[in-house]
């Protein structure tokens, strides 16, 4: 079974540009979270999808994060325009709705952000 | 005072030790509690959910103390591909939602030959 993956694995932007983050879940997973570790930082949470539509979205900085979740299968994490402090590495993670059983979040790869 | 805390580390031991990683949380309410661990530069990965009765899975054993809210892991027999960072995870959703996850800022261990 494929994991999480994301993309890109690396992103290099300029304070002011667009940059879009790209996750896809584990297949069959209907639960996405977003969370972001900033340097020297625990990881913190960002938002969940459930399916398409947002269950919480209380860690979500400011309104220069957009997320995404159309057709309740891939999410984007749209950053704009970028900001110094928003460097850092955004981790995506999914995992069972309760029917499936299973809580326990799995997570892709991640994205390393550096906004000079 | 953060959400989840945890031992700063790191915590530096021979091959086939014995350690254990301490945690507490501040959230009465939290439903769901976790260990993941951490390789350099890579993503978390899950290493075990943490259960009441407390939980074993070969060499490491987790427990939960809801009372005191703290939670431990154990490692015996410490093996080279321990060394990682351990980050205690707490969930803080409610209902058992399967939400908003709690990192601690992970404990460093190495282990030497």
């Known amino acids: 079974e494929a994991g999480v993956t994301q993309f890109p694995s690396h992103s290099v932007i300029e304070k002011g540009q667009t940059v879009t983050l790209r996750c896809d879940p584990i297949?069959?997973?209907?639960?996405l979270y977003w969370y972001r570790r900033v340097m020297g930082k625990e990881i913190k949470f960002l938002l969940h999808?459930?399916?398409?539509?947002?269950?919480?979205e209380s860690g979500m900085p400011n309104n220069r994060f957009l997320a995404e979740r159309t057709g309740g299968t891939y999410s984007t994490l749209k950053v704009q325009p970028a900001e110094l402090e928003d460097s850092g590495v955004y981790f995506c993670?999914?995992?069972?709705?309760?029917?499936?059983?299973?809580?326990?979040?799995?997570f892709g790869p991640g994205t390393r952000l550096t906004v000079t | 005072r953060k959400e989840v805390e945890q031992d700063p580390g790191p915590f530096n031991v021979p091959e086939g030790a014995t350690v254990a990683f301490n945690c507490t949380y501040s959230n009465s309410a939290s439903q769901s509690f976790f260990w993941y661990r951490q390789d350099c530069r890579k993503e978390p990965k899950l290493l075990m959910s943490v259960y009441s009765s407390g939980n074993e899975d070969g060499r490491f054993t987790a427990q939960l103390n809801r009372a005191s809210q703290y939670i431990s892991l154990l490692i015996r027999d410490s093996k080279l591909s321990d060394s990682a960072t351990y980050l205690c995870?707490?969930?803080?959703?409610?209902?058992?939602?399967?939400?908003?996850?709690?990192f601690g800022q992970g404990t460093e261990l190495s282990v030497k030959p």
């Open positions: 993670a999914s995992s069972h709705g309760l029917a499936g059983g299973s809580y326990e979040q799995y």
């Open positions: 995870v707490v969930n803080v959703s409610p209902g058992n939602q399967g939400g908003k996850l709690i």
């Open positions: 297949s069959g997973h209907d639960n």
């Open positions: 999808f459930v399916k398409e539509s947002k269950q919480d």
